[in-house]
């Protein structure tokens, strides 16, 4: 059973550009989650979706951040315009079904770099 | 909001010493708490969680006990080998609207078991 895919492992970006990260759940989990984590510090929440609706997206900010999780395909976490500050490892988790008794599997990470 | 402090942000000890890893958190509403081992490049990796219904879990060399009168728990680990060195992070379940899965995550304890 392959654990939770995300591509790319490492991503390189010019401020301005637009990054797209991508995330497979494992197989038979339909809710994802997305996490950031900036240098030596703990992973932030950023949004939890099933299957075509955003649940909770308190974590991503206002501007410029949007998510998705298709019918079909992964769920992907879109950057425009990226900045320096936007530089971080994100990491996407998912679970079976969501709520308190979901354990949530985190995949490898994408590191962006802006340069 | 939740928060989560963990404590220390460093931990070195001996091969066959025992390591602990303590972390309080702010919000008495959250009732799961999980600890994530985190190799260099790699994802976070569950390596033991506990939820309120009860006080201590054991799983081979790793405990955790939760003390949910003041709000704390903790990561044993007996017996540490060198391939226990990485960073780890506990994190708590935070209620919103009935379900846990947004985690709040501490800032990490690196880990290091000198052989």
């Known amino acids: 059973n392959a654990g939770v895919m995300q591509n790319p492992r490492h991503l390189v970006r010019r401020r301005g550009q637009e990054a797209r990260l991508r995330c497979s759940p494992m197989?038979?989990?339909?809710?994802v989650y997305w996490y950031r984590q900036l240098p030596e510090e703990g992973l932030k929440f950023m949004v939890y979706l099933q299957k075509e609706n955003i649940i909770d997206e308190s974590g991503m900010p206002k501007e410029r951040f949007s998510a998705e999780f298709p019918k079909e395909g992964p769920s992907i976490l879109r950057i425009q315009q990226v900045v320096r500050g936007d530089s971080a490892a994100y990491f996407c988790a998912s679970s079976p079904r969501g709520g308190h008794t979901d354990t949530q599997y985190f995949g490898p990470g994408t590191r962006l770099t802006v340069l | 909001g939740e928060n989560v402090e963990q404590h220390p942000s460093t931990l070195s000890v001996q091969e066959g010493d025992s390591a602990v890893i303590k972390c309080t958190y702010s919000d008495s509403a959250s009732n799961y708490f999980p600890w994530y081992k985190q190799e260099l490049g790699k994802g976070p990796q569950l390596i033991i969680d506990i939820r309120s219904n009860v006080g201590e879990k054991k799983d081979q060399r790793i405990a955790v006990t939760l003390n949910k009168t003041a709000k704390h728990f903790s990561l044993h680990i007996t017996e540490t080998q060198p391939e226990d060195s990485a960073v780890y992070f506990c994190a708590a379940g935070h209620n919103s609207g009935g379900s846990n899965y947004k985690l709040t995550f501490g800032k990490g304890t690196l880990l290091t078991v000198n052989p």
């Open positions: 197989k038979g989990h339909s809710h």
